[in-house]
């Protein structure tokens, strides 16, 4: 039964496949409660602020985004595997040290630091999917701190912080099935030697905990709320390596991390180190995992603010699956069998990826394929389940959006504290809902009022390439945290005076830029030096920032209220060259100028 | 040591520096009123000041070895011309030769008479900081030295300048001024111990910043005193002006 549902709604996602290709037939408008409705109660007006900080991932663009909501207006772009010339991430010393050379990247998933099951406004953590590695944001600063490089994994997705008692790990799976010590030994091409990792990262030090191995691939992560369990969906339990493979049997995994076992093992010795880390055997049967079967190739798993129940949706299964994470403890216990956890599984429409939550007991399940966003009520799904009533269904409502829906996110819902306000619909395609900018066009993220028992379209907003997913947190949990200036001797190399230095053909320029001048006017070096400049911004008010580029030289970098930035470079190009402010500063700012002069090498 | 005779020589090629370096801040007549003077720069407690550029036609100094009321020395000036003054706008100038610095100083007292009726005064003698400055015992001894003194009425009780007068203060020249936050960085006239010591020793001519040399007779007092701004500085980083 099970399959022949699944070949419909193949065939019925190769059709939207094919409708992509012939965008422009008249604009679909929503039905039911889908007509676009403009309420002053959302309006942010000029000079008003939002009540909600969005943090967005920016997918392959490999930044992410803070959008104030419910205005979505954009309010910065944090460059985290990305070259921003703007701001000067991966020019200066700094930003490179943490990149280590990899400057493209993949951001999937944004998440905050938890204390108590709520965001603590600390640090956001962020995956990339490309290179396997994980940032740290601070949000003090809302810029990158600390990167951890994740080995043994490729295709490092699904990303979730500790909820309870506090943020002290961080998992991050791994999509892609790899070899372990994947240097190239064995046969590479034999994907039964494959596996996922499930990686502990801890997050006050960023260094790897440990890694738990799995058989199977390992998709989206959750947490649970009571610091005990974490979650990853498998849609490759048959381990294939092509999209036939993947797709062959009719079940796949909730793969359930007992972190009291994990730690048991840790304490125990359990373990092998492999390149210095070390990995802990996940397969079925060795007390740290569990595989709780659900419908075939599941994507996202949110868990419920009440801590009740994990949600995983079925992707091409029209269902969802409600597994009680109460019942998780009993499972590993052997005193259940793991389909006994699943106590609910609703049919809610075409292609489900995500789910999220309003607080209220109702969840929002956004449907890929049908290109809706969907309310259903958890209670009444699981009383259905155990006892069906013809006719009977958990849908409360359906909203059409423009178009397919990826990731969706209600207002504080992975938290305990979820209000139930908005709801953001990430779609993929935006076809006809913006002026046409050429074959690579936006995608739309729709803000949708929830507060009602009808879903309210309230905005459409273009994206750039390519957000996944996002969290939306009361403004209150961060503003507090976020400071105008940094901590000047925070940076072991904040110059307070400027002077030029050399040793051997090294120089290190020390420069103080305070409006509208730098603390030198010159600096000469010669040809072939290794030439260091280290610029602290003196100025201590508030959105004074400076620009330090050097021309032809390729370095721009910018410096905020009393940070510091330095960058390193070879004087190969003898000649006069000006070091300009690029971030206006002052009436005086196109005065704000000194030389760099490279003497040639003599002959 | 230089000599700092001002001859007619340095003067005009002091002028030349002047004019290339220093005159866009302190102004062709040497009053503080150079086109730059228009950037507000220090903020605190919601509140923001501008810090003009020194008008060199008062002969009144700030930064200082001597005692409250007198003239700089010429090494206080190459001081301050050399390194600068954080967090002021007041840059650095080590990338002009040493010859060019002492002619702009020589150049720069031109503009006020007091240079030629008055001789500097005797430079405080500072000796080391003796060891236990930044001992908990000094700091907490010094924690009452400020209570006596009453820092606090401008600094405020936990050094963060947002003392009760704090908000009413004005420098010489009628601008407003803030005491400066002790929590929030670099202080201008510099962070080590010895330089905290000269500060509240001399004061802050031109500006409310008194001098407590005769206030503060005793030297273990004033070592004290110094080991409790070290530890209020130290204090919590960061600022929301909030």
């Known amino acids: 039964m099970v399959s022949t549902r699944f070949l419909i709604v193949l065939s019925v996602a190769l059709a939207v496949g094919l409708t992509f290709g012939c965008a422009g037939g008249g604009s679909q408008e929503g039905g039911g409660s889908g007509a676009a409705v403009s309420h002053a109660d959302h309006e942010v007006a000029p000079g008003e602020l939002d009540d909600y900080y969005g943090f967005f991932s920016g997918g392959h663009s490999g930044e992410v985004r803070v959008l104030g909501i419910p205005s979505m207006r954009v309010l910065k772009r944090i460059p985290v595997w990305n070259i921003d010339p703007g701001s000067g991430w991966g020019i200066t010393n700094e930003s490179r040290a943490l990149l280590g050379g990899m400057q493209t990247g993949d951001t999937h998933h944004v998440h905050g630091s938890y204390e108590d099951g709520t965001y603590d406004g600390k640090w956001l953590f962020v995956n990339d999917k490309l290179n396997n590695r994980m940032a740290r944001i601070r949000v003090d600063l809302m810029e990158v701190d600390a990167v951890v490089n994740v080995p043994h994994a490729q295709g490092a997705h699904g990303l979730f912080p500790q909820r309870y008692p506090s943020t002290e790990w961080v998992v991050l799976n791994s999509e892609f099935r790899t070899p372990l010590s994947n240097d190239g030994r064995g046969d590479m091409l034999d994907a039964s030697t494959y596996g996922g990792v499930h990686t502990i990262i801890n997050a006050a030090d960023m260094e790897i905990v440990a890694q738990v191995t799995t058989p199977v691939n390992l998709d989206l992560a959750a947490t649970d709320y009571q610091g005990k369990y974490s979650f990853a969906t498998s849609y490759n339990s048959e381990g294939g390596a092509t999209i036939s493979e993947m797709l062959a049997s009719d079940r796949d995994y909730l793969v359930v991390f007992n972190w009291e076992a994990i730690k048991e093992a840790l304490a125990n010795n359990n373990y092998r180190i492999v390149d210095d880390i070390k990995i802990l055997d996940g397969t079925e049967g060795t007390g740290l995992t569990a595989y709780i079967p659900i419908p075939k190739n599941p994507h996202g798993v949110n868990i419920s603010p009440d801590g009740n129940y994990a949600v995983a949706c079925g992707k091409v299964s029209p269902t969802v699956s409600i597994i009680d994470i109460n019942k998780l403890d009993d499972l590993f ?271 | 040591m230089w000599s700092g005779d001002t001859l007619a020589q340095d003067v005009e090629r002091g002028k030349a520096v002047y004019d290339s370096r220093c005159v866009i801040c302190h102004g062709d007549q040497g009053d503080g009123k150079g086109l730059i003077g228009i950037v507000h720069r220090a903020q605190q407690n919601g509140m923001v000041v501008t810090i003009y550029p020194r008008d060199f036609t008062a002969g009144v100094y700030k930064f200082r070895s001597t005692p409250s009321g007198d003239l700089p020395t010429d090494d206080d000036l190459m001081r301050i011309v ?72 401008c600094h405020g009780d936990t050094g963060k300048g947002d003392g009760p007068s704090s908000a009413d203060l004005e420098d010489s020249w009628g601008d407003k001024i803030l005491p400066f936050d002790f929590t929030s960085g670099p202080l201008k006239g510099g962070s080590t111990p010895e330089m905290v010591y000269r500060t509240f020793m001399t004061g802050l001519d031109g500006t409310p910043m008194p001098s407590y040399q005769d206030a503060l007779p005793e030297e273990q007092a004033r070592w004290d005193l110094v080991s409790y701004c070290l530890e209020l500085m130290a204090g919590a980083p960061g600022d929301t002006d909030q």
């Not at chain 1, 507060?451 to 947190?473: G, R, T």
């Not at chain 1, 400027?498 to 030198?520: M, Q």
């Not at chain 2, 967090?87 to 240079?115: C, L, N």
């Open chain 1, 333 to 603: 216990a052997g005193n259940i069998e793991p389909r006994d956890a699943v106590v609910g599984e609703p049919e809610v429409g075409l292609g489900p990826l995500h789910t999220t939550f309003d607080g209220r007991g109702n969840a929002y399940t956004s449907l890929f394929i049908d290109s809706q966003e969907v309310k259903w009520n958890i209670q009444k799904a699981i009383d259905l389940y155990s006892n069906p009533v013809e006719g009977e269904t958990a849908v409360v409502d359906r909203l059409d959006i423009h178009y397919q829906v990826g990731h969706t996110m209600a207002s504080m819902a992975e938290t305990k504290e979820a209000d139930g306000k908005y709801l953001i619909s990430l779609n993929k395609i935006s076809k006809d809902r913006f002026l046409n900018v050429g074959p690579l066009k936006p995608e739309n993220d729709q803000l949708i009022d929830i507060s009602n028992d009808e879903m309210i379209l309230l905005k459409d907003e273009p994206a750039y390439i390519e957000p996944h997913d996002c969290i939306i947190v009361r403004r209150d949990l961060i503003e507090p945290h976020v400071v105008h200036r940094a901590v000047l001797e925070e940076h072991p190399l904040a110059v307070t005076q400027s002077s030029v230095e050399r040793v051997g053909n090294k120089v290190t320029a020390r420069i103080t830029a305070s409006a509208p001048v730098y603390g030198l006017q010159e600096v000469v070096v010669n040809q072939g030096d290794e030439v260091t400049f280290i610029v602290t911004n003196t100025d201590e008010i508030p959105d004074l920032a400076h620009g330090f580029a050097i021309s032809n030289y390729n370095v721009s970098f910018v410096v905020g209220p009393f940070q510091t930035k330095s960058v390193t470079i070879t004087a190969d190009k003898p000649g006069m060259y000006w070091i300009y402010c690029t971030n206006f500063c002052h009436a005086l700012h196109l005065e704000m100028r000194m030389r760099f002069v490279v003497n040639p090498r003599s002959t």
């Open chain 2, 82 to 153: 050399t390194e600068g003054i954080s967090r002021s706008g007041m840059p650095s100038h080590t990338d002009i030769s040493e010859a060019d610095r002492q002619a702009v100083i020589a150049y720069i007292k031109t503009f006020s008479k007091r240079w030629a009726e008055e001789e500097p005064g005797t430079p405080l003698v500072i000796e080391a900081a003796p060891a236990a400055v930044g001992s908990g015992e000094s700091s907490g001894r010094g924690k009452d030295v400020y209570a006596t003194m009453q820092c606090s009425k």
